[in-house]
């Protein structure tokens, strides 16, 4: 067993290029499922492990055995899950979730979330990520995983604690710190060849939920010296090649995008000299111009355009020919985008947010804290009770905490399809 307190330099080298080299060397292949190779490195990743679990201290306030989950007292409270499987995943009720994935980079990885430190931007802290992590209870650790087990406490998929993508740990949390998006491919492979090795998925049946962030370290590291390869148009492609990959072997799937976060938020904040260092390093395209001021307007823009190229391949119908199969789009993130203008100024209200909620960042003012990361999970929930065309983009209403909770009239995750209902007829 390799104790990864000696060994996190070494598995931030080996991240990227070890998910590459077993991913492209064999997943990337139509015969998936009988590679030998890829499941021995599997195995073997399943003795690795992180430090002891009171090695992290940072969490949110825990919420006390006698307060109840809202949704349990809410009025007008639906079933929910479902009496039958569904077959359409516009009937698709919170408790009929049964698998969970999350994609992305470090974000979605949930690295440094508990850490106190520069060098805890090295440890994968899966099991508290916002979108992947299903570690404790929504009391102690809140995330979308651990919010959807208050509705089926037998879901499957979520991280239980801290490890690499491949790790026993990381479950279907398949995020790989510094990931590009033309990378998505090969998590979504291996999201299918985990499912594929688990016997208590049933692969035909069992509605997935798939949470989709990525494209950060394209705009941060690349994009300045390379727009070609990096530009909003390739995004789209590369978001569309792992969609179409997922939309042709998978069954019943629930897809969250989740726009793209503006990193020029760490400049933003009460910025520390820590912040200062490790912005230039993590984020050399925010400090590609002689002027950052300017360097920071031109990579907001950049993000808008991102931002605007996932919500055209959500909307663009390619992924509407199936009953069991949807994309959506989860805006939450853009009330922290950024002026593009010059003379442009960030709301008084997003301000005043910034200035209270420092303790929802990392070390490095852009990765989200273990409270960070709870917060964006409520915002992600609630986006998705949320109808399209309707969904919280506005800072003012990140500033509300309470969780959205079925009802009667819209007892389903929002798609395109039942939000148009439920705007037209008044239910879904």
């Not at 006390?64 to 639906?78: G, M």
């Not at 069992?206 to 390379?226: A, M, P, Q, R």
């Not at 990959?245 to 009460?270: A, E, S």
Request: proline share 5%; with cysteine.
């Amino acid at each position: 067993m390799l104790p990864l307190r000696f060994g996190f330099a070494f598995l931030l080298l080996i991240g990227r290029a070890t998910a590459q080299n077993y991913m492209q060397s064999g997943i990337a292949t139509d015969d998936l499922f009988s590679l030998k190779k890829i499941d021995l490195v599997v195995k073997e990743a399943e003795s690795i492990t992180y430090p002891p679990e009171d090695f992290h201290t940072v969490v949110q306030v825990r919420v006390p055995l006698s307060t109840p989950f809202s949704c349990e007292v809410a009025e007008n409270r639906p079933k929910w899950r479902s009496d039958t499987k569904p077959t359409s995943v516009h009937k698709l009720r919170p408790g009929d979730i049964d698998v969970v994935s999350s994609m992305g980079d470090s974000i979605a990885s949930g690295n440094a979330a508990r850490e106190r430190s520069a060098w805890g931007l090295l440890i994968s802290d899966r099991g508290v990520a916002f979108s992947g992590g299903g570690q404790a209870t929504w009391r102690e650790i809140t995330t979308l995983p651990n919010i959807i087990k208050v509705f089926n406490p037998n879901l499957i998929g979520q991280a239980l604690g801290r490890g690499d993508f491949f790790s026993y740990n990381a479950q279907l949390n398949v995020a790989v710190p510094g990931s590009l998006d033309s990378e998505l491919i090969h998590q979504v492979k291996m999201f299918i060849f985990k499912m594929r090795r688990d016997r208590r998925i049933d692969f035909e049946r069992d509605w997935k939920l798939v949470t989709i962030f990525i494209g950060h370290n394209n705009i941060c590291s690349f994009e300045c010296n390379d727009k070609e390869n990096n530009s909003p148009e390739l995004h789209k492609a590369h978001l569309q090649k792992a969609l179409d990959y997922l939309y042709d072997k998978v069954p019943r799937v629930y897809v969250n995008i989740v726009n793209i976060l503006d990193p020029t938020i760490q400049q933003r904040l009460p910025i520390s000299l820590t912040c200062q260092f490790l912005s230039r390093a993590g984020c050399v395209c925010m400090h590609s111009a002689n002027d950052l001021k300017e360097g920071m307007l031109r990579l907001s823009r950049v993000v808008r355009n991102y931002q605007k190229a996932e919500e055209e391949l959500v909307f663009s119908g390619r992924y509407d020919g199936r009953e069991d199969f949807t994309v959506e789009l989860q805006p939450f993130s853009r009330v922290l985008n950024g002026p593009i203008e010059e003379g442009e100024v960030d709301s008084p209200v997003l301000k005043e947010l910034i200035q209270n909620i420092s303790t929802i960042w990392t070390p490095d003012c852009f990765h989200f804290s273990q409270r960070g990361n709870a917060q964006v999970a409520i915002q992600l929930w609630n986006n998705m009770l949320q109808p399209v065309g309707n969904k919280t983009e506005k800072i003012e209403d990140v500033r509300l905490k309470q969780y959205f909770c079925p009802t009667e009239d819209k007892p389903y995750f929002f798609t395109k399809k039942n939000s148009e209902i439920f705007l037209n007829e008044g239910h879904q």
